[in-house]
């Protein structure tokens, strides 16, 4: 290699996702992504590596939409390739974003084809379902004719450094060329670990998705020479996440204690929660403690209860955040065991840059191409929740059930459910018979059961299996 060869690897960038309701939030999203735009034209970087999410949403907003576009033209015009591939929260049916990008020139979509930069071959693996990782066919993959150094992109959850369903060390084995670097996006942490010869990292995600996030949020600059691979990692500067405990001990200073608690920090424009511990008998307005958060400039105010009771002889601990709500709705989705036409809908409601005129007509076209693309023929299988998410991601048809697990038998018994209306019989005011006329309703009768057609009632389909 004759020259240094100096790469960013961002991911995770979910521009596009208004926290805690916050259009503020919003755009410190995308001023962080725009941070490392701006320090990979200043260091002349050779190439940028996005490892996925780079929108929170598979359905961006125009605006987003266009701010992302002004970012990569930055990139073109200091000549600088970004090299990208999909993540699960942007992924569509078809045609991705990164796919229009693309065709505009402004990014380049990563896959089984090597991308040469100089002698090093990029390869990507957009995210795949865990329903597919077992039958994930390596052999598509193209040889590099010649080259020092092979990277390998991919946005997963792998071990051994999270929980996951996919190893590095089985993709490592699996691809038909030495992987000496893999660059990974989705989970948000920075890592970095070797496993065998090849270094595996995660760079982070750019903005805090969550409370829990609290370290510093980073990418990685990947410098590749004759020496080898260095990966170092650089901190992003973001909006400041401030936890305040209070411990509740006096029922009549509650309030004197918080407000003191909280004039011990500089709050002014921060996300700020306060978290209450302590005697779980005393009373607490949430809605007094955010209203004092925000006549102190705080950006986004938060209360998080952390206080025990005691229910019949149970111990509980209660968390509650009432600025927080996404985190809270993400996981109940989870615990609902919906269906692939379930999500699609619940998408559709609480898509805020819908007006809620449209919610209807949304439904009814998005909810018809799913009817569309499902094959009546064949019976219809049911997948776990984690499944259905990848099938309406990936558009795939009709997926075979996998083996029989708790959760299936579970969402079985859920999602069986038929949307039948039961014949509902009317009982009708008791009449003096008419013997004369009763004839004449009996010949009338059977003349409209003869006019009447054989298949009076049309097929419906039964919606209650896709909800």
Known sequence: MDREIKII??????????????????QDFLQAFSTVIDDAI???SDAVVHAGDLFDSRTPSLEDILDTMKLFSRLKEADIPLLAIVG???????????D???SMGLAIRLGTVPYMLENIAFYGIDSVPRSKIPLYDFSVFEEPLASSYNVLVMHQLMGPITVSEWDCASVIGSVPFHVDVMLLGDYHKYEKIIVGDTWVTYCGSTERNSLAEEENRSYNIITISEKGIDISRRNILTREFLRIPVTIRDPGKVYEDILSAVK???VNSKVVFVEISGDANVSISHAEIEE???????LVPGVRDLRKVNEDGLELSVSISFYDPDEAIKNEIKNMHLSTGGLLVDEIVRDLDLPKTKVSDEAENRLG???QVMDFSKPITLTPLHEQISLISAGIENEPALSSSPEADVIKETERSIIDVPEVKVSEPEKKPDTAGSEKQDEKHDEKKQKAPAHAKPKQYNLGDYF
Do not use: C, P
Not at 88 to 98: F, I
Not at 292 to 298: F, P, W, Y
């Open 292 to 298: 004092m958060l925000l006549s102190r400039n705080v």
């Open 88 to 98: 699960n929260h942007e992924s569509k049916q078809s045609t991705q974003w990164l």
């Open 369 to 371: 191409a799913l009817l």
């Open 100 to 102: 229009l990008f693309e």
């Open 42 to 44: 200043k260091m002349q």
């Open 264 to 266: 011990e920090h500089d």
């Open 9 to 26: 690897h961002t991911a995770d960038t979910h521009i596009g996702y208004r926290q805690y309701h916050s259009d503020v939030r919003r």
